[in-house]
């Protein structure tokens, strides 16, 4: 992995000159692009991050805010696949971690501010109990509350001066159930803190946001498109972080007007944490095991033998790895989908997947020749210091969109996606399009032009921060109706009926018959 990290002057140079050449007609009036080559979710992406989930980035969103248009939203979730019924340890954030939303104002690949989250345990009861709750829970200080986390949240500049934001502040609880927390709404409003300068910062479970049926991994959908319709994350649930922030706070030079444009990633670091091979040696200091951006650039774009070395580099490194820089230009998906279905892959070099995903969108980066999200739109930035650099960009001067279309940009609403990412944006969908260059035709692809029939969360979302839906109760392991499953959900529904009016054994009428309800519901 260290060599892969080694900075090659010839390489670095090799793929500035690529990443900044390309003069195709995009054939877009204005800033109507097209779609764009960024995709889904990052829940498990490389072998070593999919054995530690709670240091596991699942998706970073970036947009203004809708009802505060002064202010930007950054919303960052762990923990893939939370199963709602996970007990009686349910799911909570590494105290042994460190968390962060990191953000580049001047284009050099490297934090301008870098928000931090710590968090603590703290248990009632430890030798006397087994519960993570022992009655019903009517506030985050309720002493039925048997375990509970805090958190401290910092804020870093470039400069690596640190203040805290909130201190000993509390996180919502993963949701136990009904009965447990009957009113998980207000848990949620009193973990919704105040910071100073306007400010707002969130803790807690949620609703996993990211919708995409995830069967695109066997063959593409089957490999005749009949693997779709099913939302694989519907039903589960992340742990989520959330800050929303005047904009002036994250721009360059306090000045949002003049330098509107941002990159926004997260990361996680462990102590004494290696990334390659843990035999190679020990270090004691803190190392980042994760990291996010676009989502879906280590699933699909980066190889896997790099997978874990990605997961550990800085963005300002990311043009010195030949082999990553290499896949941008040249992408495997494409060739996949033309074996599978027939549909051309469109020639490389991938200059408008180059783009996207390290240099931005303007007139001067590359094939879609509009001005919407790269460094170089900021008036103050150093044009020298900008670098190609994997990072979700977000152009804070595009309004918030009244009415917002799912596909963002590709349907000419420039408050989506690929310029920052809302919760609703259908990135699957805009993504199997972009890679098959609609952001060079501007024509969808008729083959895909359903994508993967999942073209909204299953849980609405909010309309005040953090927006998210509230955490999912119902258990995931259900089948979908029809389905010899449900055949046995049916049977097995049939069966309770008979054993509750014989008495239910040793567990009592009412209660066997709430619990088989609940797991044939």
């Not at 996010?292 to 699933?299: F, H, I, W, Y």
């Not at 460094?375 to 900008?386: S, V």
């Amino acid at each position: 992995m260290s060599r892969t990290k080694r900075p090659a002057r010839r390489v670095v140079d090799q793929a500035l000159v690529v990443l900044g050449s390309g003069a195709m007609a995009a054939g877009l009036a204005g800033l109507a692009l097209a779609p764009t080559p960024s995709a889904a979710s990052s829940h498990r992406e490389a072998p070593l991050i999919a054995g530690d989930p709670r240091a596991d980035n699942t998706d970073v969103y970036a947009f203004t805010s809708p009802d505060r248009s002064d202010t930007v939203t950054l919303v960052a979730n762990w923990i893939p696949f939370e199963e709602p019924n996970g007990g009686p340890n349910f799911y909570a954030f590494a105290d042994d971690a460190r968390y962060h939303v990191k953000i580049d104002n001047t284009g050099d690949g490297r934090p301008d501010l870098t928000y931090t989250w710590k968090f603590r345990n703290q248990v009632r009861d430890a030798g006397g109990q087994f519960l993570y709750n022992t009655g019903q829970v009517t506030s985050l200080t309720d002493p039925d509350l048997n375990f509970r986390q805090t958190y401290d949240l910092t804020v870093t500049d470039g400069r690596h001066r640190t203040r805290t934001l909130l201190h000993n502040a509390p996180v919502a609880p993963s949701r136990t159930g009904n009965a447990s927390m009957p009113d998980y709404g207000a848990l949620r409003g009193q973990a919704v803190r105040p910071v100073n300068g306007g400010a707002k910062a969130f803790a807690g479970q949620a609703d996993d946001p990211f919708f995409a049926d995830l069967r695109v991994f066997d063959l593409l959908y089957g490999g005749n498109l009949s693997e779709r319709g099913q939302d694989t994350l519907a039903g589960y649930n992340v742990n989520t972080v959330a800050l929303q922030i005047p904009k002036k706070d994250l721009a360059l030079r306090g000045n949002s007007s003049r330098n509107p444009v941002v990159g926004v990633w997260s990361t996680t670091e462990r102590r004494g944490a290696q990334v390659s091979d843990s035999r190679s040696g020990h270090h004691d200091g803190w190392r980042q095991v994760s990291r996010l951006g676009n989502p879906l650039v280590n699933e699909v774009v980066v190889p896997l033998k790099y997978k874990d070395a990605f997961n550990s580099l800085s963005p300002d490194q990311d043009r010195t790895v030949k082999p990553v820089v290499d896949k941008v230009l040249d992408p495997v998906l494409p060739k996949l989908i033309q074996k599978v279905y027939g549909v051309p892959a469109p020639a490389a070099p991938r200059n408008d997947l180059a783009e996207i995903f390290l240099t931005g969108i303007c007139k001067a980066c590359g094939p879609v020749k509009a001005d919407l999200n790269a460094h170089r739109l900021n008036k103050d930035a150093d044009q020298r210091r900008i670098v190609p650099a994997e990072e979700l960009r977000l152009n804070m001067a595009v309004a918030p969109t009244a009415k917002p279309n799912r596909l963002g940009v590709l349907a000419g609403d420039l408050g989506g996606f690929p310029n920052g990412r809302r919760l609703g944006d259908d990135v699957i969908d805009i993504s199997l399009q972009a890679v098959e260059g609609a952001a060079q035709t501007g024509k969808l692809v008729p083959a895909l032009a359903d994508g993967d029939k999942v073209n909204a969360n299953d849980t609405a979302f909010g309309t005040s921060f953090p927006y998210l839906a509230l955490p999912n109760t119902k258990s995931v392991n259900k089948s979908a109706a029809g389905s010899p499953g449900a055949q046995q959900s049916s049977l097995k529904t049939a069966q309770t009926s008979a054993v509750t009016a014989a008495g239910a054994l040793l567990l009592g009428v009412g209660g066997f018959r709430m619990r088989r309800k609940r797991t044939t519901a």
